[in-house]
């Protein structure tokens, strides 16, 4: 008997089939990875096992009985928990109270607060949580929030655990730690479905594969029968070319960082950077690798003039100090920057394309400060064509675009100001794999126009293939820096987990 | 897709229907006629049909007041804020204004008629007086707009809290004010200003000054937010702050725009309220405007979320909120005002209400769920009694042949047909599920 079986689901959306006659078994106790592009139906699909969506046409068959899901509460009676991408947790709340969220336990009509925090502990010390149950969940790292997540997936004795991409926002060690959870989970015999991206670990983790494209099944594998250049290919449907370096040379030194340091009032470590110095060339991809918290993201924010206050040292761009108090006169310098979280810090989720495109670049389009609608939407138009975003039009709402051309959006957005320098944060989290090789292809394009980009990710391997140089931060300080050819996974590991040491 | 269609597509790109006027503006305008028609029937002296030309100057003013200061509303909660303090800020502007103009002319002000020809005349305050007042009191406004603007980004307050605090604040202030000035120039503390100066009461009294005030102001707003680059920072900010801020847009100097504006525009009303009464009474004057303001803002269109919004929209919410509250007062001949309120109330959930079912997130919602749904049907019926018990006193004292209707009976029959109706309705779809 399986665990699910999937019996031809179809669910429409209005203008879209997101799921089109998806039929598929996951069995008992294995560790199943759906593989797909964004917008292939791996969350719808996942959605509809959850019971988030209740109407869609054909059969779910959960533990040999026929589900009709009214809503989640009825997938977790029949033993299904899932794990979103974006957590569902109360930030103000106790863990324990995150954990039992919806269904405290009471004691003469109060709440039991003891009992609750008493069985958050025993699942946490299971869990490996170096955290309290009384902790806020706020204020905890998003990979602990995840644990919680689990903590209550574990407490609700569910015997099929939904993960949809955990460890997009994780560090390489709690990814390690997570595999840790994983492998306890399943030797009690829970049955897992894994949504990512990340091939290494789909086929670390996976006893099956399954592929879908267009909402449709492609092709369920077993993972010794298969390679991750297969599954790709069958994601795309086409073969991905790696990006080629070669023939870049690099230019003068267009930005120059000399001991930056950023304070930290009221933390232990008293800095969130620390003596930070590098030079960066014309055309050249410097990569900043480190764990989350490590003041990657801090980093790009003091040259941005982006950070909450200003950074000490000194910033040279073309040989002359600058200190930028607003990202407006970063911008007028010829820096630009691509924040980390697109829909957050990036996109105007009311606007269209081209208002999107166009928002750090008005006053190009505009005589005396009127806008010139001709002149915007030509300006638009021609980065639509230049970084070949897939959208209906211009005027398209933003939304309606998949995460790699909102984000060609947005730095199609920033190549408008003409930029000499490009900080790019993490540009290619929630992209999928062929919206990533479009990325590094124009990555390239741009050094070529002699753009110097500065960029960092939660992905080594993108790092490795993609820059000329990569620095390492650990707890706000520089602890290695590679050439390309001499930077290795394992090295870039080892210098961004090692200590800062006294300061 | 050919490249035709693109440019098409590309020429507009905020989003425009037919003759610029987006779905829910076209359904809004559709309301309007059919309250207008409504009321012109129910009327028993039918206004609207037997004296139309009056009857829409009339409303068209009404409106022009309502919309001035709505228009700043709209500006604010475009830029994702909010401004609770217009009501407040009309009674302080007219305050300060007739506060500068017993300053400015005290004698005249003292003794505001002479005989002329053995008749009663007004003595006249002069343009130079005049001139000076109001551009003080437009000053003030923006002064006002300051305040609001640093204690939300410098101070850090929530726009809520800064102008709730000015909202209680500013009407104490022009109470205050009033009594010192009268105090201390008219030697009689007094809690209001009288002004009779006939070209400063022009102003007001003219059915085409304030419109032409409002249309000035509405058609500068409507070109600032859609044509220039600080009307899309507006909405940029409006939408997505961060965002804003790190695309290089100095979200400070927008949201001081937005604030300065929610405040001129309110000192251009209570300018013309005071006009318009002959009198500066701070206790009174533009009591709980603000929220008429933000009502019109958001049944034409406006999200309290930010972003979003239109004058277009803002000025027929405006149209809609007055021609219902005259069609009322059409129809109750007496007392109408008391309803005021009510009406209000009522007309901003159905309209919010309805622009949200027409998305598909409110359209599968239920509308009456569980035993709270259950409770709220009985309110709802009760509230309908109540009001029908109240409207056929009304209906019986004024409507001929009318005279007859029990207001108690037809009350209770009315709230038990809702109630049994809303019932139905809730049966219905959870029976569906």
């Known amino acids: 008997m399986h665990a699910i079986s999937i019996r031809g689901v179809t669910k429409r959306f209005p203008g879209v089939v997101a799921l089109d006659d998806v039929s598929l078994d996951i069995e008992r106790g294995e560790l199943h990875s759906i593989c797909g592009e964004n917008g292939a139906g791996k969350s719808t699909l996942m959605k509809v096992l959850s019971g988030v969506l209740t109407e869609f046409e054909g059969q779910l068959w959960v533990g040999g009985r026929l589900a009709r899901f009214r809503g989640t509460r009825d997938a977790e009676s029949a033993g299904i928990s899932i794990i979103h991408q974006e957590l569902n947790l109360v930030d103000q709340l106790s863990v324990a109270a995150n954990v039992f969220l919806g269904r405290e336990p009471t004691r003469f009509g109060m709440l039991a607060e003891r009992r609750m925090e008493d069985a958050t502990r025993e699942l946490l010390a299971e869990l490996e949580c170096g955290f309290d149950a009384r902790c806020r969940a706020g204020e905890l790292r998003v990979g602990d929030q995840q644990l919680i997540e689990i903590a209550k997936a574990v407490s609700l004795r569910s015997d099929i655990l939904i993960m949809d991409e955990p460890t997009s926002a994780l560090t390489e060690a709690e990814v390690e730690r997570l595999v840790r959870v994983i492998e306890r989970l399943r030797g009690r015999g829970v049955t897992i479905l894994y949504i990512s991206h990340k091939m290494d670990e789909v086929f670390r983790l996976s006893d099956r594969i399954t592929v879908l494209r267009d909402g449709r099944w492609v092709a369920t594998k077993r993972r010794s029968e298969t390679s991750p250049r297969e599954i790709t290919h069958l994601m795309v449907g086409r073969d991905i070319e790696s990006a080629s370096e070669s023939g870049r040379t690099l230019g003068d030194v267009v930005l120059e960082v000399r001991g930056l340091s950023l304070p930290w009032p009221g933390h232990a470590r008293g800095w969130r950077l620390r003596d930070i110095g590098f030079q960066l060339r014309r055309g050249e991809i410097l990569g900043i690798a480190g764990l989350m918290g490590a003041g990657r993201t801090e980093l790009l924010e003091c040259l941005f003039g982006a950070g909450p206050e200003p950074p000490r040292g000194q910033i040279l761009l073309n040989d002359r100090t600058v200190r930028f108090r607003h990202p407006s006169e970063a911008r007028r310098a010829g820096i630009a920057m691509v924040t980390e979280d697109r829909k957050r810090l990036g996109l105007f989720p009311r606007m269209t394309v081209g208002e999107n495109i166009t928002i750090c670049n008005l006053r190009e389009a505009a005589r005396a400060t009127v806008l010139s609608r001709r002149r915007e939407a030509s300006m638009a138009r021609d980065t639509v064509d230049r970084l070949a975003v897939r959208t209906p039009s211009i005027g398209a709402p933003i939304t309606a675009l998949s995460g790699g051309n909102q984000q060609k959006c947005l730095i199609g957005r920033w190549l408008l100001t003409k930029p000499q320098v490009l900080l790019l944060d993490d540009p290619t989290r929630g992209v999928d794999v062929g919206a990533k090789a479009e990325l590094y292809r124009l990555m390239d394009q741009l050094c070529r126009e002699r753009i110097g980009i500065l960029l960092t990710s939660s992905e080594l391997p993108e790092l490795l293939t993609v820059c000329d140089r990569i620095l390492v931060l650990s707890e706000g300080r520089m602890t290695a820096e590679f050439a390309r050819g001499e930077a290795t996974e394992q090295a870039i590991m080892e210098a961004a987990t090692r200590g800062a040491g006294p300061t | ?304 979320q930010g972003g979003i919004g239109t004058v277009s929209g803002t000025f027929l919410g405006a149209l809609f909120l007055r021609c219902v509250i005259d069609g009322i007062a059409k129809i109750i001949k007496t007392g109408a005002d008391i309803y005021e309120g009510q009406i209000v109330g009522v007309v901003v959930v159905i309209a919010v209400a309805f622009s949200q079912w027409r998305t598909a997130a409110g359209r599968g919602r239920q509308a009456f769920p569980g035993v709270m749904g259950g409770v709220a049907v009985v309110t709802l019926g009760l509230l309908a009694a109540v009001l029908a018990m109240l409207m056929t006193e009304q209906i019986a004292r004024f409507v001929p042949g009318a005279q007859s209707l029990d207001p108690r009976g037809t009350g209770v029959a009315f709230g038990l047909i809702v109630a049994i109706g809303l019932a139905g309705w809730k049966f219905a779809q959870e029976t569906r599920r």
């Not at chain 2, 005071?274 to 999200?303: F, H, K, W």
């Open chain 2, 1 to 304: 897709m050919s490249a035709v269609e693109r440019d098409r597509a590309g020429d507009r790109p905020g989003r425009r229907g037919w003759l610029g006027f987006q779905p829910n503006e076209w359904l809004l305008a559709c309301a309007i006629l059919v309250v207008l028609v409504g009321a012109s029937v129910a009327d028993v002296n039918h206004t609207y049909w037997m004296n139309p030309r009056l009857s829409a100057l009339d409303i068209a003013r009404q409106t022009a007041f309502l919309g001035i200061f709505a228009l700043g509303a709209a500006v604010v909660i475009i830029a994702g804020g909010i401004d609770l303090s217009a009501g407040s800020m009309i009674a302080f502007s007219g305050t300060m204004c007739a506060t500068f103009l017993v300053l400015l002319a005290p004698e005249v002000m003292r003794n505001p008629h002479e005989l002329i020809d053995g008749k009663l005349v007004a003595r006249p305050l002069g343009a130079a007086v005049i001139t000076l007042a109001v551009s003080g009191t437009i000053l003030i406004g923006f002064l006002v707009g300051t305040l609001h603007t640093w204690l939300i980004t410098a101070v850090g307050l929530p726009p809520f809290i800064a102008t709730l605090a000015t909202l209680v604040g500013l009407r104490s202030l022009s109470r205050a004010v009033c009594e010192s000035v009268t105090q201390s120039v008219f030697q009689a503390k007094s809690t209001q200003i009288q002004i009779f100066d006939p070209t400063f009461r022009y102003l007001a009294t003219s059915v085409w000054i304030p419109m032409l005030i409002f249309v000035v102001l509405a058609v500068a707003i409507g070109v600032l937010l859609r044509r220039t680059v600080v009307g899309r920072h507006l909405y940029a900010l409006g939408g997505n702050e961060q965002a804003a801020r790190l695309s290089g847009i100095h979200t400070s100097s927008v949201k001081w725009l937005a604030y300065s504006l929610g405040a001129v525009t309110s000192a251009v009303a209570g300018i013309l309220y005071i006009g318009d009464q002959s009198v500066a009474d701070p206790q009174t004057l533009g009591r709980g405007y603000e929220l008429n303001a933000i009502a019109a803002a958001v049944v034409g269109g406006c999200s309290l």
